[in-house]
């Protein structure tokens, strides 16, 4: 067992992902994550695990007697939710995944409310926070903010849990987990999650979901990945060399329509114009080419599935929403489940609810 208060942080930071993943786990050493910072912290069997306990969760919360035993799980315990960037759904589920398991909560939703407009470091606003709450859930812009946070609190006195919700343009990893679960959801009688092919879209450069997707696709067997996108917004390197190294099978294309007769999955996302260097650049890029609608849908199989992490602007046409297999509404929610199970076993309540009595 490895412990982040042995490691100084320069080393730390220095190591390939893979190496910091045994950092970042609960103590108690049952292969869940203290710390949830990046998708690579999952494998397949935490994923399968996570996504039980949410499903667990789910059902037990459809009762009035179910919801009140969820609501003593974490009754002791308060989360913090720290957004400084801008947020609906990612905020919204982790309030509510807080509320299913009885949490109280504080928020800071902009740093200009925060004593971080004074001067205030992000480490000491990130102590200041852990001295009155036991979890802390940030988003950011700073890439890798997150991860110093977890570090410099596990060597504080009060080592509270970090949740990434969201890192500059690298990682979304509790994104990635519900869509997953929404992946898992939609194959559940169909087979599973293995051999599937998924179509990412959209503007794959600068999508933390697509690339925290990507890396926990790679959990599963012979799943095809296929990338379209205008040539200026592809995928980074990284992400192809991950799926080099480990023989996954991908593509990198610009043909929407000929990705879609092959896929199980489309996942569409925005263009992020909000990291353009220079304003207006993304709007000089043509994405026409880059929008699922009418003629799409008529190509996508009867099981296929289309996913958007939202928000979405004309990228899926308004006209797919009541197609069965538009599943971004489901996704949207599934989001709560997923959470409301991170946070429980975080906290080391996996086994207690999967073995209570309703
Ligand atoms: C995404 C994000 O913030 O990265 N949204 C979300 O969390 N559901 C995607 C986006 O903003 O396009």
Redesign the pocket.
Known sequence: MKRLDEIEWDAFSRLPIEDKKPYLERKEGDGLPFHTLFAQQFDRGALERLCALASRIRFINKSREGALYLKSILAHKRAMLYFSQP?S??FLSHLAACQILGMTTGSVRDAATSSEFKGESHEDSIRTFSSYFDMIIMRSPVQGLAEKMAWELSNSFRPVPILNA?SGKDQ?PT?ALLDIYTLVRSFEEKGGIDGRTVVFCGDLMR???VRSLSWLLTDFRDVKQIFVAPRELQVSADVVMNLAKKGVDFEVTDDLRAAVRTADAVYM??I?DEWDSAKGESAKIDTSRFKFGAEELSLLGPDGVIMH???RRDEIATCCDRDPRAKYWRQMRNGMWIRAALIAATFGYEKEIMDCGY
């Open positions: 947020s759904r990612t969201g979304h994104q999508g933390r979901t996302t925005r992020q992490p939202l928000p």
